[in-house]
């Protein structure tokens, strides 16, 4: 029998990199995310094959269900078939009962958003598993690859949430109601590069000095952020974001450094450096991006799960 399970992307608005020490963010599902499909095979192995959202094969392999309990290494000959025994692995762990079947399993993942975009191909791909296997998903994330979990919360919600780390960090996650006057004033506009999060956390973390104050002041944008009701109140938050988070990881901010020129607001969004950017600007910036190379611009009703409660 098939079985099919979906998973939201993701877009972090507020609390990049602080989220991971506990600050409040504001994060929004996407209308892009993955299916995963599984049904029976006869043989006791998986097959496994990755659709991008053009219906082309970015990843196949054959996995026996030894790879994933001994946890084999694939790093060297094909680091994502690594990085998947890993999170299957992890899986298995937390539900043993996965790979004590007589029959294997056919496995299909297909996105509908371009890999590159950054919007969760590996949070939809673990929140699916997580799903299919009846398990926790940001525990299967924690021991496979880290990060502060909103992106999973984001998988499983169809609003705006804010997302926190407790003291034990643990998740605490908030449905708010996200339904900005001015949404129609606001883009994303992809950079045309796939940002490693992975690296880019650990770089942060590398910079642990005096966040104290720094936390509490995104957490209070956060929060001013889900309470403005006025386009100028929130460029100006968005802008003092921005300061911050430049001042903290010695970086310019995208404006600085791409759009010196632009008349709106731009701001970073997950790992400095790709992937989208937000883009507050009350005329239609398309043309102005596209002069500048950048072809892919969405205005907010096509990129966000517009549910508000």
Known sequence: MKKTFYSNGKLLITGEYLVLNGAK???LPTKFGQTLTVSSLEEKKIIWTSFDADKSIWFE???TFEDILLQKNFEEEHPIKHTLVEILHQANLQNPSFLTTQTGYK?????TFPRNWGLGTSSTLINNIAQWLQIDAFELLRK????SGYDIACAQ???AIMYQLNENEKPVVHVVNFNPTYKNAIYFVYLNKKQN???AIQNYMNKQQFLSQKKASISEISNQILLSKDFETTKNLIEHHEIILSDILETQTTKERLFSDFKGTIKSLGAWGGDFVMVLSEENPTDYFKSKGYQTILPYQEMIMDHPI
Not at 107 to 111: G, S
Not at 144 to 147: A, P, R, V
């Open 107 to 111: 496995i299909e993942t297909e996105l």
């Open 197 to 199: 999060s992975r690296h």
């Open 144 to 147: 496979s690859f880290g990060g």
């Open 157 to 159: 919600h169809d609003t």
């Open 61 to 63: 392999t054959e996995l």
């Open 25 to 27: 963010a504001l994060a």
